[in-house]
């Protein structure tokens, strides 16, 4: 069975720091696009950024472009969110997503075939 486990979330200061873990289990996932989204009170979930399974590409969304850097350990079937000058409308729930296609780093929902259950992040200001 496919398990993607999501840790690291908490309560930080707007202009803090925080990163966030991701650990995919139940089959072999270092050939696999891994990725992130969030999803605030009241609004759609978003994309964040996803990663290639070599690690060597990755998107962004514009919104944290400059901010946030995925990175990839594949050997661990891991990603993990560095996220640095928080916002407090960064405020979400952080979801992890694989997606199977690697041929290219996916931005959509759809294009990703299993889910964390989310790690929960507040910015304060």
């Known amino acids: 069975q496919v398990q993607v486990i999501e840790s690291g979330g908490g309560l930080v200061q707007a202009g803090g720091s925080l990163r966030l873990s991701c650990v995919a289990s139940?089959?072999?996932?270092?050939?696999?696009?891994m990725g992130w989204f969030r999803q605030a009170p009241g609004k759609e979930r978003e994309f964040v950024a996803a990663v290639s399974r070599s690690g060597g590409s990755a998107n962004y969304a514009n919104s944290v472009k400059g901010r946030f850097t995925i990175s990839r350990a594949s050997a661990k079937n891991t990603v993990a969110l560095q996220m640095n000058s928080l916002k407090p409308e960064d405020t979400a729930l952080y979801y992890c997503?694989?997606?199977?296609?690697?041929?290219?780093?996916?931005?959509?929902?759809?294009?990703?075939?299993?889910w964390g259950r989310g790690t929960q992040v507040t910015v304060s200001s």
């Open positions: 997503a694989v997606r199977l296609d690697g041929s290219r780093v996916g931005v959509r929902e759809y294009e990703f075939d299993y």
């Open positions: 139940g089959r072999t996932f270092s050939d696999y696009v």
